[in-house]
């Protein structure tokens, strides 16, 4: 596609059930990011990939999430045992090596009950 | 560490009126420094930036920044508002490209006629 394209765009689940989010990003980008959006926090780094090296997960908030990137495309952040801090809007964003324009996705907004 | 301080986390203004977003930062090294624009059910969107060429910096749809080293700051204007400028708008920094933008945690803009 043209664009970042996440998946779903809308999760609604139950405390401590697994949930798997996922990220297409822009083909021939070799960054891609993942951030989350919570209301009047801004934007939460949580990891980076850049091609094929270790990915930066300096962000994430606890061994519960985790996230690979199959292939250098498609990425999938998977929260495990999930909480209702959890809940809040997922962002995905790619860009070429080297470019700080990043293109971000719309986001997936998870709901946590 | 980086770190960006946006003053305000809502800023409301007339149309045709001065635009002002206050972004103030923190950086160890020489920054690199971004605004980006999340319009209504929209994802983000790179605004401007500034990578250590001319300190004034002029972006899409009219908006400039001027990066001021001796007042760490890095605020965003634009002469005169527009009803499609609202919208909700971040501050990022990166110590070089191609790492993590730290963002700050936004200001929303609105526009009244």
Same mark, same amino acid.
């Given at each position: 596609?043209?664009?970042?394209?996440?998946?779903?765009? &809308?999760?609604?689940?139950? $405390?401590?059930?697994?949930?798997?989010?996922?990220?297409?990003?822009?083909?021939?980008?070799?960054?891609?990011?993942?951030?989350?959006?919570?209301?009047?926090?801004?934007?939460? /780094?949580?990891?980076?990939?850049?091609? &094929?090296?270790?990915? =930066? $997960?300096?962000?994430?908030? !606890? =061994?519960? /999430?985790?996230?690979?990137?199959?292939?250098? !495309?498609?990425?999938?952040?998977?929260?495990?045992?999930?909480?209702?801090?959890?809940?809040?809007?997922?962002?995905?964003?790619? !860009? /070429?090596?080297? =470019?700080? $324009?990043?293109?971000?996705?719309?986001?997936?907004?998870?709901?946590?009950? | 560490?980086? #770190?960006?301080?946006? @003053?305000?986390?809502?800023?409301?203004? #007339?149309?045709?009126?001065?635009?002002?977003?206050?972004?103030?930062?923190? #950086?160890?090294?020489?920054?690199?420094? %971004?605004?980006?624009?999340?319009?209504? +059910?929209?994802?983000?969107?790179? @605004? @401007?930036?500034?990578?250590?060429?001319?300190?004034?910096?002029?972006? *899409? +749809?009219? %908006?400039?920044?001027? %990066?001021?080293?001796?007042?760490?700051?890095?605020?965003?204007?634009?002469?005169?508002?527009?009803?499609?400028?609202?919208?909700?708008?971040?501050?990022?920094? #990166?110590?070089?490209?191609?790492?993590?933008?730290?963002?700050?945690?936004?200001?929303? @803009?609105?526009? *009244?006629?």
């Amino acid at each position: 596609g043209a664009g970042v394209s996440q998946s779903p765009s &809308n999760k609604v689940t139950e $405390k401590g059930k697994d949930v798997e989010l996922r990220c297409d990003p822009i083909s021939g980008h070799t960054a891609l990011y993942w951030y989350r959006q919570s209301l009047g926090q801004g934007l939460e /780094f949580l990891i980076y990939f850049q091609g &094929n090296s270790a990915p =930066d $997960k300096s962000g994430l908030p !606890s =061994d519960r /999430f985790s996230a690979e990137r199959t292939g250098g !495309s498609v990425s999938t952040l998977t929260i495990q045992r999930t909480q209702q801090e959890d809940s809040a809007v997922y962002l995905c964003a790619s !860009s /070429f090596a080297g =470019d700080e $324009k990043l293109f971000f996705g719309s986001g997936t907004q998870l709901s946590v009950l | 560490a980086q #770190s960006v301080t946006q @003053l305000g986390s809502h800023v409301s203004v #007339s149309e045709g009126a001065l635009v002002l977003l206050r972004c103030n930062y923190s #950086s160890s090294v020489p920054p690199y420094l %971004f605004w980006y624009v999340q319009y209504p +059910n929209q994802g983000l969107q790179l @605004l @401007l930036k500034y990578t250590s060429a001319a300190t004034l910096v002029k972006g *899409i +749809n009219g %908006f400039e920044a001027e %990066f001021k080293k001796s007042e760490t700051s890095f605020h965003l204007t634009k002469p005169s508002a527009h009803m499609s400028d609202a919208a909700e708008y971040f501050c990022a920094v #990166s110590p070089k490209g191609n790492t993590p933008l730290v963002f700050g945690k936004g200001t929303r @803009l609105s526009v *009244i006629a």
